[in-house]
Nanobody
Framework: QVELVESGGGLVQAGGSLRLSCAAS?????????IGWFRQAPGKKRELVTA????????YYADSVKGRFTISRNYAKNTVYLQMNSLKPEDTAVYYC???????????????????WGQGTQVTVSS
């Protein structure tokens, strides 16, 4: 069982930056895991924003965040980060990290099964 805890959300003005963290406890990420960041805005479907494979660091980014968001991992801390720059009001959502016990690449990261989820952290971007 993997327990995920997100942190780092908050209120920021448009153009600002935030860094989210996703820490795993109870069990470390294994080389076969893919870690994703999802978001869900009020009235909208949950969407995968970005994902990273624990083994080789392959990444996926949704078109809406390419060039602005960066996902990274820290082996020693068993943590995945989401650096969000040039934030826009449309980035406002609850952000969740999730772990899938499998490898993915590209759009495949959108359809694999994510079995473990964090509680979510609110990101609000004011205009």
């Amino acid at each position: 069982q993997v327990e995920l805890v997100e942190s780092g959300g908050g209120l920021v003005q448009a153009g600002g930056s935030l860094r989210l963290s996703c820490a795993a406890s109870g069990r470390t990420f294994s080389r076969w895991y893919t870690i994703g960041w999802f978001r869900q805005a009020p009235g909208k479907k949950r969407e995968l924003v970005t994902a990273i494979t624990w083994s080789d660091g392959s990444t996926y980014y949704a078109d809406s965040v390419k060039g602005r968001f960066t996902i990274s991992r820290n082996y020693a801390k068993n943590t995945v980060y989401l650096q969000m720059n040039s934030l826009k009001p449309e980035d406002t959502a609850v952000y969740y990290c999730a772990a899938a016990s499998g490898y993915c690449s590209g759009d495949g990261c959108r359809i694999i099964q994510y079995d473990y989820w964090g509680q979510g952290t609110q990101v609000t971007v004011s205009s």
